[in-house]
C-alpha cells in the first residue's frame, strides 16, 4: 500500500488526525526532503524511516520502492509541504504503482493553491491550474495561449522571480488585469494583496519578497 499524505503548508497545526495516523502506522515515509519532513515528524513524536524521493533521484529509486510495496510494505509519500502530485515527482510512482497493482490511497489534505484560489476574491466557478511556468523552452509560447483563457489562472512562483512574472503577465494579459498574489499561507507572515497586475507588481518591486507564493490571474473577458 502506498499512501499520500499532505502535509500543513506552514502551520503544523493543519495536518489531519487521520494523517497523522497513517504516518505511525507505515513502515516508511518517502520524502521529498528528509530534514523538513523529520521536522515533522519529530513535532508529533513519531519515529519513522524516512528516505528521500524526489525529482532527482526518482528514476534511480523508482524501481527499488515498487518492489518493497509489492513485497508487502507500507509506504507514505509526503512532500515538503502540500498534497504529494501538485508539481513535485509524485505522479511517476503513482503511475507505476498503478501498473503494477500497488494499491494506492491519497489522503485529502492541504495544498496551497485552494486557500489562495479562495482568498482572492476572483471567480472560482471555473479555473486552471498551472502550476510553475517553463523557465525557458515554451514560456513564451504558453503564456501567448493563456492570454485567451477565460478561466481564472493559478500558477506558483519564487519569491526571486515574482516581479518578472508579474511584469510578463503584463505584456501578455494587459495591465489591467485583475489578479492576486498569496505568500506565507496559514503561516505567521502571511500576506495576500490583490489588485491590477500593474498595481501588484509596483507592490512588489518595492519589497523584499520571501515564502511560497501562489498567483490567481482573472480569465480574459
Keep these: ?14 495536518i489531519t488526525l487521520r494523517a497523522l495516523d497513517v504516518l505511525k502506522e507505515v513502515d516508511l515515509v518517502l520524502a521529498e526532503d528528509t530534514r523538513t519532513s523529520s521536522h515533522l515528524l519529530n513535532h508529533y513524536a513519531i519515529q519513522k524511516p524516512l528516505s528521500p524521493y524526489h525529482q532527482h533521484n526518482e528514476h534511480k529509486v523508482l524501481q527499488h520502492i515498487v518492489e518493497q510495496l509489492q513485497a508487502g510494505k507500507k509506504m507514505a509519500l509526503v512532500t515538503d509541504a502540500g498534497t504529494p502530485g501538485i508539481s513535485d515527482p509524485a505522479f511517476l510512482l503513482v503511475r507505476e504503482c498503478i501498473r503494477v497493482g500497488v494499491k494506492v490511497e491519497t489522503l485529502p489534505g492541504a495544498t496551497a493553491f485552494v486557500p489562495a484560489l479562495v482568498n482572492s476574491g476572483i471567480p472560482t466557478n471555473r479555473f486552471c491550474f498551472e502550476g510553475f511556468l517553463p523557465l525557458k523552452k515554451g514560456r513564451q509560447t504558453l503564456l501567448k495561449q ?14 526571486m522571480r515574482l516581479v518578472k512574472t508579474l511584469d510578463e503577465f503584463i505584456v501578455y494579459f494587459g495591465a489591467e488585469r ?17 489588485g491590477s497586475l500593474q498595481e501588484l507588481a509596483d507592490y512588489f518591486r518595492e519589497k523584499t519578497v520571501k515564502g511560497e507564493i501562489v498567483i490567481v490571474v482573472s480569465g480574459k473577458e
Excluded at 493563456?146 to 519569491?159: G, K, V
Design 178 to 194: 485583475q489578479a492576486a498574489v498569496s505568500r506565507e499561507l496559514s503561516k505567521m507572515f502571511e500576506e495576500n494583496q490583490r
Design 146 to 159: 493563456l492570454a485567451e483563457e477565460e478561466r481564472t489562472m493559478i500558477f506558483y512562483e519564487s519569491p
Design 1 to 14: 500500500m502506498l499512501y499520500l499524505v499532505p502535509t500543513p503548508i506552514g502551520n503544523l497545526k493543519d
